[in-house]
């Protein structure tokens, strides 16, 4: 049988799915999707995923299935025996939720606006309001969070495929100099420490000795 295929951009959302991989010791092959050149919008790609959007699973029957979430939840849930995701409706429910808020909000409403002012045709003024927006959600999204998350604890309080999904909005925190807040300051470099995590950053480019040294900020509530 063909090993699945994954589309993906090194240090983007894709990144959870890469680590979820790794975790899972699945065989895979990764395919660079590179998005400043328009890869995506390519008519190869959009014969594979016509949202043209990244990460973008191609499983071992040719079905190609899109959104963090959705893969995330299918990948744990064909692998039950590495217990990536809860046995009970209240704790999935939760991870479900969570998810939803972590890329729904944070990163959509909240990075991208982050992001997007690199390539906005406006005068700065606009570009430091779009960002500065985006950085208030980003920081009240981590509030919330931080506050859901027990110290030393995972989101669903044993590892899941959701914290993959929090991590890589940490680590776009670590990198556009965003402080997180004490809980996922604590789970960011509790995933920084796992063997997955270190060969995923090292295969998309990344030194992780350089990251997770910034110190974590002041609780809000």
Not at 30 to 43: R, T
Not at 120 to 136: C, F, I, Q
Not at 184 to 207: C, D, I, K, S, W
Request: proline share 7%; glycine share 6%.
């Amino acid at each position: 049988m063909a090993p699945m295929k994954l589309y993906m951009t090194p240090g983007s959302c894709s990144t959870a799915i890469h680590i979820i991989l790794e975790e899972l010791e699945e065989a895979f092959e990764a395919y660079i999707v590179n998005l400043p050149s328009g890869d995506h919008f390519k008519p190869d790609y959009v014969a594979i995923n016509p949202k043209s959007t990244i990460p973008t699973l191609v499983r071992q029957d040719g079905t190609s299935l899109t959104e963090v979430q959705a893969i995330a939840y299918w990948l744990a849930r064909s692998h039950p025996h590495a217990r990536l995701w809860p046995d009970d409706a209240e704790n999935e429910c939760r991870l479900i939720e969570a998810m939803a808020y972590l890329v729904g909000t944070i990163h959509g409403q909240g990075f991208a606006r982050i992001f997007v002012t690199r390539t906005l045709p406006t005068d700065p003024v606009e570009h430091h309001s779009v960002g500065a927006l985006g950085r208030d959600i980003v920081t009240k999204g981590f509030a919330i969070l931080n506050n859901t998350l027990d110290a030393g604890s995972y989101l669903a309080g044993s590892y899941s495929v959701a914290d993959p999904i929090l991590f890589y909005v940490e680590f776009w925190a670590d990198k556009t100099g965003i402080p997180l807040p004490t809980n996922l300051f604590a789970h960011y470099n509790r995933m920084l420490t796992r063997p997955a995590v270190q060969r995923v950053l090292r295969e998309e480019g990344y030194n992780t000795a350089a990251l997770g040294r910034a110190p974590a900020c002041e609780d809000q509530t």
